[in-house]
Nanobody, 124 residues
């Protein structure tokens, strides 16, 4: 079993920054892709970013590239999401996810494990 625990969410003014963390524990060997998704109230969960665990490849939702940066610390088994120039429309619950396959990076069904989510609220 794998556990993913997110942290770092909170309330921030528009234009501000937040860094989310996702620490993995348990049998995480073989989980080749780690991703971030978000779900705003009343909307579908959407892809934000992903990173290849064994390499350096990163992937982003087109609209977020340039403001959001995903990174990792293999030694700490932790993935980060740096979010800059935040906008009110970034308000959502942000979920960390991990999966074995790298075939459908932006598809939530590709991921096998999920964290509990962390709330990010951006005020105008």
């Amino acid at each position: 079993q794998v556990q993913l625990v997110e942290s770092g969410g909170g309330l921030v003014q528009a234009g501000g920054s937040l860094r989310l963390s996702c620490a993995a524990s348990g049998r995480s060997l073989g989980l080749n892709i780690r991703g971030w998704f978000r779900q705003a109230l009343g909307k579908e969960r959407e892809f934000v970013a992903a990173i290849n665990w064994g390499g350096t490849s990163t992937y982003y939702a087109g609209s977020l590239k340039g403001r959001f940066t995903i990174s990792k610390d293999n030694a700490k088994n932790t993935v980060y999401l740096q979010m800059n120039s935040l906008k009110p429309e970034d308000t959502a619950v942000y979920y960390c996810a991990a999966g074995y396959s790298e075939r459908r990076i932006n598809d939530k069904t590709n991921y096998n494990y999920w964290g509990q989510g962390t709330q990010v609220t951006v005020s105008s």
